[in-house]
């Protein structure tokens, strides 16, 4: 179905990620033969992922027809839009549009692959206006939690499409521009086929609160105490490391940024001329020798990374900085969800230190949102009024409300998809009109994997019910010439595990006594009748299905 016809004039829109999900952004839209990306995102492994960092998207719907994909589109710098670029643009070699700022993190990314001279990279202004194939695009101003967040205006003979990105209503960002509303508002003018956009804060009442906000509360805070602060937040929050910063000085304190990633973060932003009135900040090398009274410590780690600098300082490893005793650690930022356990973990560690936490749960003034809640959606649709809303970047609870929302504001028509639905998005006839396949990658051992591969399942399987490893020496016609050797990983401990081996041993023995001589002799065979006695076994004292190898050996 990607090879759509040339003479076709209808408009099509394809996820394959982001949609029934929060992250792992990528949008296809299709017309006249061609196809246009919009983001390549990825998402973050949890504990149920051992030994994965990273999800990717499976694009090869579209690198199976990469010579029909005019380019790739990039709407804002955070990961989640653009962190899979580096390992997927080789399957694409596309050219690739973005502005400044994200030009210059995806620059950083692509230099660390070695990818920085192959890629197309297109800068282009804010509010900038070109063509892509089949598409005319602008670009429209937005704000959120990154510098230059933009809206993606996409023109074509079928109709004008809507692809919001990322955003929210503020009218004081501190960095960057305010939304361009006279930009929108002309756009809603002209007639819009389509609204495609962010379903984040669907539940969300009322509206997103300002950046200003929480610079406020953050002054107020820091006003109260007399040891160390520290806060951690998104390291691509440009104007929450001002907020800080700024919060700091109003207390004579200065601000250190404390981790490699807020460092990149920092010099992008002074690249592109923001952060221009920004106090400056210290290094965490000298940070450390500031009265307490005198520095707040920006760290990386707000969502529990085990290597970012939070985590360390909570374990007491990091070289330069410690937290005790009548500090605090203001979380400034949200919590992503199935990060609950890690970030729980790192706090615990920061309290047994004597440190005191503050959360958005008890002081919700120290974060606010860089999504839209239901009063911006709102007013989003009333600027825009499209003819149809595709309600992504969310859950599937979150699409379904936002199709609700949408059709209480008056739009005629929505459809809810999810990674791999085609949808006609045709006036009075918009629908689901096909579905390709549609899943995740990641990286393993520097190389890219399906995340259903057996690989990847066997260790997550490995993680919940442990290993069995089972070695059988045995002559030709079957019969055991040494006892059966059995090691158990990760299913019972001490003298659980050693009268588990004897039982399995016992087990083997009588298992191979009672198979047929022509059974004895096949090796696949007396795998299998291992494999599954063993199984058995653990599954009736343990209640677990370890992973289980056989070795047969014939002598």
């Known amino acids: 179905?990607?090879?759509?016809?040339?003479?076709?004039?209808?408009?099509?829109?394809?996820?394959?990620?982001?949609?029934?999900?929060?992250?792992?952004?990528?949008?296809?839209?299709?017309?006249?033969?061609?196809?246009?990306?919009?983001?390549l995102g990825i998402t973050f492994a949890d504990d149920s992922m051992p030994g994965l960092d990273v999800i990717l998207p499976d694009i090869e719907p579209i690198a199976r027809h990469r010579d029909r994909l005019a380019g790739l589109l990039l709407t804002h710098g955070h990961e989640d839009h653009i962190g899979a670029v580096p390992h997927l643009w080789p399957r694409l070699r596309c050219p690739i549009w973005c502005t400044p700022f994200t030009a210059s993190l995806l620059r950083r990314k692509l230099d660390d692959a070695g990818l920085l001279g192959e890629v197309d990279l297109r800068e282009v202004p804010l509010g900038a206006n070109f063509v892509v194939g089949p598409f005319e695009v602008e670009m429209v101003r937005q704000t959120h939690s990154i510098p230059e967040p933009n809206a993606i205006v996409l023109r074509c003979g079928a109709g004008t499409v809507v692809h919001t990105g990322d955003w929210k209503f503020?009218?004081?960002?501190?960095?960057?521009?305010?939304?361009?509303?006279?930009?929108?508002?002309?756009?809603?003018?002209?007639?819009?086929?389509?609204?495609?956009?962010?379903?984040?804060?669907?539940?969300?009442?009322?509206?997103?609160?300002?950046?200003?906000?929480?610079?406020?509360?953050?002054?107020?805070?820091?006003?109260?105490?007399?040891?160390?602060?520290?806060?951690?937040?998104?390291?691509?929050?440009?104007?929450?490391?001002?907020?800080?910063?700024?919060?700091?000085?109003?207390?004579?304190?200065?601000?250190?940024?404390?981790?490699?990633?807020?460092?990149?973060?920092?010099?992008?932003?002074?690249?592109?001329?923001?952060?221009?009135?920004?106090?400056?900040?210290?290094?965490?090398?000298?940070?450390?020798?500031?009265?307490?009274?005198?520095?707040?410590?920006?760290?990386?780690?707000?969502?529990?990374?085990?290597?970012?600098?939070?985590?360390?300082?909570?374990?007491?490893t990091h070289p330069h900085i410690t937290l005790g005793d009548g500090d605090v650690c203001i979380y400034s930022s949200r919590q992503i969800p199935g990060n609950e356990r890690a970030i729980a973990r790192v706090q615990n560690k920061l309290a047994s230190r004597g440190v005191e936490?503050?959360?958005?749960?008890?002081?919700?003034?120290?974060?606010?949102?860089?999504?839209?809640?239901?009063?911006?959606?709102a007013r989003m649709y009333q600027l825009v009024r499209p003819r149809i809303a595709v309600p992504v970047h969310g859950d599937a609870r979150h699409l379904r409300e936002h199709a609700r929302l949408a059709r209480a504001c008056q739009v005629p028509e929505a459809v809810v998809p999810s990674n791999g639905s085609m949808i006609r998005l045709r006036a009075g006839a918009a629908a689901v009109v096909d579905h390709v396949e549609s899943g995740s990658l990641t990286i393993d051992g520097g190389r890219l994997v399906?995340?259903?591969?057996?690989?990847?399942?066997?260790?997550?399987?490995?993680?919940?019910?442990?290993?069995?490893?089972?070695?059988?020496?045995?002559?030709?016609?079957?019969?055991?010439?040494?006892?059966?050797?059995?090691?158990?990983?990760?299913?019972?401990?001490?003298d659980d595990e050693e009268d588990l081996e004897?039982?399995?041993?016992?087990?083997?023995?009588?298992?191979?006594?009672?198979?047929?001589?022509?059974?004895?002799?096949?090796?696949?065979?007396?795998?299998?009748?291992?494999?599954?006695?063993?199984r058995r076994l653990v599954r009736s004292d343990h209640g677990k299905r370890p992973v289980t190898d056989v070795h047969v050996v014939r002598i």
Request: aromatic letters at 6%.
């Open 357 to 377: 936490i503050f959360t958005t749960e008890d002081h919700p003034g120290v974060h606010v949102s860089g999504h839209p809640a239901r009063d911006d959606l």
């Open 1 to 39: 179905m990607l090879a759509i016809d040339e003479r076709d004039d209808d408009l099509y829109f394809l996820p394959l990620g982001g949609s029934d999900e929060i992250g792992m952004n990528v949008n296809l839209y299709g017309y006249a033969g061609q196809w246009l990306m919009i983001d």
């Open 502 to 534: 004897d039982d399995a041993v016992d087990a083997l023995r009588d298992t191979l006594g009672k198979m047929s001589p022509a059974d004895r002799r096949d090796d696949e065979a007396v795998r299998e009748a291992a494999r599954r006695m063993v």
């Open 170 to 316: 503020d009218p004081t960002p501190f960095v960057g521009e305010a939304t361009d509303f006279d930009a929108l508002r002309a756009v809603g003018d002209e007639g819009v086929l389509a609204l495609v956009g962010d379903s984040t804060n669907v539940f969300e009442p009322g509206s997103t609160g300002s950046e200003a906000e929480v610079r406020m509360a953050l002054t107020e805070i820091f006003d109260q105490y007399d040891g160390r602060i520290a806060v951690t937040c998104f390291a691509s929050n440009v104007a929450r490391l001002e907020s800080i910063a700024q919060a700091a000085a109003a207390n004579d304190r200065q601000a250190a940024l404390i981790g490699r990633s807020l460092w990149r973060m920092h010099d992008a932003a002074k690249e592109n001329g923001y952060l221009a009135d920004c106090p400056s900040f210290v290094s965490e090398a000298d940070a450390g020798f500031f009265p307490e009274n005198k520095i707040v410590l920006i760290c990386t780690g707000s969502q529990g990374e085990p290597r970012a600098a939070l985590s360390r300082i909570a374990d007491g």
């Open 450 to 494: 399906p995340l259903a591969s057996d690989q990847i399942q066997a260790r997550r399987h490995m993680l919940y019910n442990g290993a069995a490893s089972v070695t059988l020496v045995l002559d030709k016609a079957g019969k055991l010439r040494a006892d059966p050797v059995v090691t158990f990983h990760g299913v019972a401990t001490g």
